[in-house]
């Protein structure tokens, strides 16, 4: 390894690094004390430090993801869920058919109002987490929500509402929402 990343590392970085945590632990002696009671040299602890700037290295030349990647396999969504009853028993949601009906019904009225999808969102959701906020979901993954849910969300352009999409949880209507702070995120991290 550290013949592939010798370029990469540079041993005086690793010796300045060193030197300012002298300073920060009130001087070398100070220093080479507290590395005495956990039983390493001074030299043992240069070695561990450019281990780390090894390892460090490596991983940034395997993990190598693109904002391309991140665009292509990420989408900011918002969605209104109308849940269908799993069996006779169950208090929470409505029948297939009058689930899919009233999904519908919602469907129309947000593509009459866009803009009003959160408000919608906050008084028709039965995902009652997202439905707080104004039916957010946050960025979805691929491969994170049912499939069938991530087919009719990929196929979105920015601020587009799908049709009733049916999943294993009820019936969704799907909006996928502006990305125009990806770069102002990334920066972040």
Sequence with gaps: MADKYKDKVDTKDIDKEV??????YGGKDQFE???KQQKMT????KEQKKLQAYQKALLNDKVDISDKDIKENTKKASH????VKENKDDKEGLSDKKAK???EEIQKEVAKN???FGEIAKKESKDTSSAKKDGSLGYVIKGQMDSTFEKALFKLKEGDVSKVVKTDYGYH???ADKES???KQKIKT
Excluded: N
């Design 33 to 35: 004390s507290m590395l």
């Design 42 to 45: 001074l030299d043992d602890y």
């Design 114 to 116: 866009p803009d009003k």
């Design 80 to 83: 209104i869920l109308i849940k």
């Design 19 to 24: 030197e300012k945590e002298q300073k920060q």
């Design 173 to 175: 209507i799907i909006k």
């Design 181 to 183: 702070d990806f770069d």
């Design 101 to 103: 009906a009233k999904a």
